[in-house]
């Protein structure tokens, strides 16, 4: 069966960090494009940043430039997103997502791209 866990959400201060774990099975992400998606309340879910198959590739929102990074390690199935330099506007679920590929070094960061997800991890930025 294939899932997606994440974990490492929590309470972060304005201007700490955060690592997230996305803890995957049933499939290898090493062909697989991951996403890291996120839905602040009351607002509609969005792209953070995605890395590639071959992990060559990644793609992210203008507000994640410089703060948020995405990894993956391969042998251990498992995709990060750090967060640096947290905001209060950084505050929601944060979900990751992926889908399997033939393309090695592609990602975008559509949600209709991706078909397994996880339940999310919830992210508070305050002080």
């Known amino acids: 069966q294939l899932r997606l866990v994440e974990s490492g959400g929590g309470l972060v201060q304005p201007g700490g960090s955060l690592r997230l774990s996305c803890v995957t099975s049933?499939?290898?992400?090493?062909?697989?494009?991951i996403g890291w998606f996120r839905q602040a309340p009351g607002k509609a879910r969005e792209g953070v940043r995605c890395?590639?198959?071959?992990?060559?590739?990644?793609n992210y929102a203008p507000f994640a430039k410089g703060r948020l990074t995405i990894s993956k390690d391969n042998a251990k199935n498992t995709a990060y997103l750090q967060m640096n330099n947290a905001k209060p506007e950084d505050t929601g679920i944060y979900y990751c997502?992926?889908?399997?590929?033939?393309?090695?070094?592609?990602?975008?960061?559509?949600?209709?791209?991706?078909?397994?997800w996880g339940q999310g991890t919830q992210v508070t930025v305050s002080p």
């Open positions: 049933g499939f290898s992400i090493e062909n697989s494009i």
């Open positions: 997502a992926a889908v399997q590929t033939e393309v090695s070094g592609f990602c975008r960061l559509r949600g209709d791209l991706y078909s397994h």
């Open positions: 890395i590639s198959a071959n992990g060559e590739t990644t």
